[in-house]
């Protein structure tokens, strides 16, 4: 008990031979008591990390160096190591196995098919035992495209009409999160795990964001990185297909109005909105990706000069980038040996979608808002995933990204906050934590 402060500070990165919060993810994660999760092995058929990419496992999410580069420096660079042959030609096989999955789903009329089929394929090749693995700019490419496209739908009109929404962004922030404290209990008790550590695993704030905040609480990284992957894997997989079955896509202030495409002024929008995912991830803002060319292209949406229109054959590659890097984080083994932690996310995800399609329908009838863009909205996948849904399947782009902005902000701000209040809860009424 007397090494707590101590492992908690190195935990945050204050340790005497730590250089600051940038390197907190450079340590091995300090683990709670009752933490199950096995150190994975490598396999004899893994792709060494010495190759800067995972085996089997794509972006390697339990590993602190894939970490690091995932949650963004605050040096402002973006390190891209010189890959070996081998692996250039593992991830090549991969990329190959995606497109050829995207192209079968769009076939088969798939909803959001470029992304899901990628994705199915590749973790089911890696599923296989086959070495898989992503490239290290694929998710970062991907999102450059998608925030572009996203940031030109926030026109005057729209955004007079989020401003009048906040109210209603703010209520289902909270309610989402509080539904994710509710999921927790269910996360703890199959995945063996604490309840804090099930808390911050169980919140819908983001994969980055919510590793993150666990890493600074001190709980255990890898833990919390797989159940919130494969919680997003599972709200992937199922989201679109049930809204394209259920719901009607209306006409309203929040529905896309096309921006012709010009092909001379592409290479100006992408050269203006790289630059500004550069300036945030100077600032060590997370997802910065998409952050960055999303505020560059509201800018100039509102100042009516949008350059050109994002091509459907871009946002269509950016669907098989996405869907490309998220298969290769579907590593059988580690999912095998943790399959408490497997089964914990799958269960707590259908609980949690349960009560944030509650939260939705009532936000949105209460406040008057579309429902489809509601569910997407406080749905507890993440937001790149989401906004991309709701770009292809045209339910009301604007809406569902101040829904997770709003969320996002929230647990930055308040997560730890809502844990004390939740816990004393607890407390009060004699549950056992």
């Not at 005497?16 to 058929?45: K, S, T």
């Not at 496992?57 to 590993?63: I, K, S, V, Y």
């Not at 949105?364 to 808002?369: D, I, N, S, V």
């Not at 906050?417 to 004699?430: D, I, P, S, T």
């Amino acid at each position: 008990m007397r090494d707590g402060p101590r492992l908690r500070d190195r935990a945050r990165g204050r340790g005497p031979d730590r250089g600051g919060e940038r390197d907190l993810l450079d340590l091995r994660p300090v683990r709670p008591a009752r933490e199950v999760l096995p150190r994975p092995r490598p396999g004899p058929r893994a792709v060494r990390h010495r190759d800067r990419a995972a085996p089997a496992g794509g972006e390697g999410h339990l590993h602190p160096d894939h970490l690091q580069r995932l949650l963004g420096g605050r040096r402002g660079t973006l390190s891209v190591p010189v890959p070996s042959a081998r692996l250039v030609a593992i991830q090549a096989r991969t990329l190959a196995v995606a497109i050829a999955g995207g192209y079968v789903a769009h076939l088969l009329h798939v909803p959001l098919a470029w992304m899901i089929g990628a994705m199915v394929a590749v973790a089911a090749v890696a599923f296989a035992g086959r070495e898989v693995a992503a490239a290290t700019l694929a998710r970062p490419v991907a999102m450059l495209v998608l925030g572009t496209g996203l940031g030109q739908t926030y026109t005057p009109p729209v955004l007079r009409a989020l401003a009048s929404s906040l109210p209603a962004l703010i209520l289902a922030g909270v309610g989402s999160i509080l539904a994710g404290a509710a999921a927790s209990r269910m996360t703890a008790r199959i995945a063996r795990i604490d309840t804090k550590t099930a808390y911050y695993a169980s919140v819908p704030g983001g994969i980055i964001l919510m590793v993150m905040l666990a890493a600074r609480a001190g709980l255990s990284v890898p833990t919390v990185t797989l159940i919130q992957t494969l919680r997003m894997v599972l709200v992937v997989l199922t989201f679109p297909p049930l809204l394209v079955a259920f719901v009607e896509p209306g006409v309203d202030v929040f529905s896309l109005v096309p921006v012709p495409v010009a092909w001379p002024m592409l290479p100006l929008l992408f050269a203006l909105t790289t630059a500004g995912a550069f300036v945030l991830r100077r600032f060590g803002i997370a997802n910065a990706w998409m952050f960055g060319p999303v505020c560059v292209s509201l800018v100039l949406a509102l100042l009516e000069r949008p350059l050109s229109g994002v091509p459907g054959v871009l946002i269509d590659a950016a669907q098989v980038l996405m869907g490309w890097s998220l298969g290769t984080r579907m590593n059988r083994d580690i999912i095998l040996r943790s399959r408490h932690l497997a089964l914990a996310s799958i269960a707590a995800t259908g609980l949690l979608a349960l009560l944030c399609l509650l939260v939705a329908v009532a936000v949105a009838f209460t406040f008057g808002l579309p429902v489809a863009a509601a569910i997407l909205g406080t749905a507890p996948g993440g937001l790149p995933e989401m906004a991309i849904t709701a770009k292809v399947l045209n339910l009301g782009v604007p809406l569902v990204l101040g829904f997770h902005l709003v969320r996002i902000f929230l647990c930055n701000l308040f997560v730890e906050q809502l844990y004390r209040l939740y816990a004393w809860v607890e407390r009060k009424l004699g549950l056992p934590t």
